[in-house]
């Protein structure tokens, strides 16, 4: 029994220091880095994480940022962070506004803004798609598989790497490859997996669906034409849209259809929201063909968020139309719960035939009750959230202005009072 306790004892020693040493190893994957890497940041793939200890939002990247850098260990992208509390100089060099920030150098080809969804995935697929050429050739069979089953989301030119379309494919590689990847390869390999007509041909994947480009759908001139398929096809059909990506959302010059639910802190759902948001989504799912040129579905899990872009409170869950070149809105007649698949196709149908009435929109006196809306909404949640922050950023100032007023007034009282003592004294002499 002594024997079978002290084996237990060690055996959870052991684990212990091995949970402790791996923790270690995780944490020293990011590289702690000075000023000095302005020198350095031409030699190689750097992904860096510029910061501030004081910011909240910077220590809740921090674990992500470890898993980041454990991710890329293997390959060679360098993963560091620098503190920009004790080295000012990259603050200017860079033109860092707010933190943390998130930048990509590419081996003195330039740096890259990570302006997206701060998840270890997308950090992760956005540091791997600019350390590798815009276009990569892929000429056996079974990595076309693999990518299938990897990267789930890509571009594919089928055909040779000469003529008009391979130089206009590649101009886009380039101008999108910090979102999404691009790969080309031979007629042969590519009427194994995809269905197209004669090459060269240009297919995207993702969700498990092939969508081939076919100049003919659209009205515009080919170099148009394929440069709007490929900015709207980089998408999913319904995705989370947060403020972090929805200027790329923005970009596509589609309405915008949001669904509009509340996540909890670990970012689940209830039941009846997500029940909401499957049915929103079957919507664009059995109706592609008829509304994806026009339309691009997502949901938005912030309730502030989605109050930020009606200007209103919004019930949950709720749909709205968003249009992207405008800036207007529309909400559909009937109540969130009275909505139905055959509701919101024709509300689609009613927006695209611009039946229906807008609201918002960009003009100066909508600005400037937005930004009066959000100030109201900041102050309210620094109230909430943090009632003690609150009462030294107001209550200081404010203390220090009665204090300022205070004696700027006894100022006066006093000197009042100086000037009767001195008047006084002037009557009782020339009285004498």
């Avoid at 998840?119 to 990595?143: C, G, I, N, W, Y």
């Avoid at 031979?186 to 194994?192: C, D, F, H, V």
């Avoid at 691009?296 to 749909?319: C, H, K, R, V, Y």
């Amino acid at each position: 029994m002594l024997i079978s306790n002290i084996l237990t004892q060690n055996v959870i020693l052991l684990f212990i220091v091995a949970v402790i040493s791996l923790k270690d190893v995780d944490s020293s994957r990011v590289l702690e880095l000075s000023d000095g890497f302005i020198e350095m940041k031409n030699d190689g793939h750097w992904f860096i994480m510029f910061y501030a200890p004081w910011c909240n939002y910077c220590k809740k990247l921090e674990p992500i940022w470890r898993h980041v850098a454990q991710a890329l260990h293997h390959s060679d992208i360098r993963v560091g962070k620098i503190d920009c509390t004790r080295y000012k100089r990259v603050v200017s060099e860079f033109g860092l506004s707010g933190y943390p920030t998130i930048m990509f150098f590419r081996d003195g080809e330039g740096q890259f803004l990570f302006n997206n969804e701060r998840t270890k995935d997308e950090m992760v697929h956005f540091a791997k798609r600019l350390a590798r050429p815009p276009v990569q050739e892929v000429t056996d069979s079974k990595d076309i598989e693999m990518l299938k089953q990897t990267n789930r989301h890509f571009f594919m030119f089928i055909g040779k790497s000469v003529g008009h379309i391979w130089d206009l494919f590649y101009d886009l590689a380039k101008y999108y490859q910090a979102h999404s990847y691009f790969y080309i390869t031979s007629e042969a390999t590519g009427k194994q997996h995809f269905t197209f007509g004669e090459s060269p041909a240009v297919v995207v994947y993702k969700e498990e669906q092939q969508y081939s480009f076919n100049a003919e759908e659209w009205d515009s001139d080919f170099n148009t034409s394929l440069t709007q398929w490929v900015n709207t096809e980089r998408f999913n059909t319904f995705v989370k849209i947060t403020r972090s990506n929805i200027h790329h959302m923005m970009e596509t010059n589609k309405y915008l259809v949001l669904a509009l639910v509340e996540e909890n802190k670990i970012e689940k759902l209830p039941p009846h929201h997500s029940e909401f948001l499957q049915m929103v989504e079957s919507v664009i799912i059995k109706n592609r063909e008829r509304f994806h040129r026009e339309f691009q579905f997502g949901w938005i899990g912030s309730p502030d968020f989605a109050n930020a872009i009606t200007i209103s409170e919004m019930p949950l869950p709720s749909l709205i139309i968003y249009n992207s070149t405008t800036r207007h809105h529309h909400f559909p007649e009937e109540k969130p719960h009275e909505l139905t698949p055959e509701s919101i196709t024709s509300f689609l149908e009613a927006v695209r035939n611009q039946t229906v009435k807008a609201y918002g929109g960009s003009g100066i006196l909508i600005q400037l009750y937005r930004s009066l809306y959000e100030t109201k909404t900041a102050l309210v949640n620094i109230f909430t959230n943090n009632p003690a922050t609150a009462c030294v950023l107001f209550g200081l100032p404010f203390s220090l202005f009665i204090i300022l007023c205070y004696s700027t007034c006894c100022t006066d009282i006093l000197d009042a009072n100086d000037d009767d003592e001195d008047d006084s004294d002037s009557y009782h002499e020339k009285k004498e």
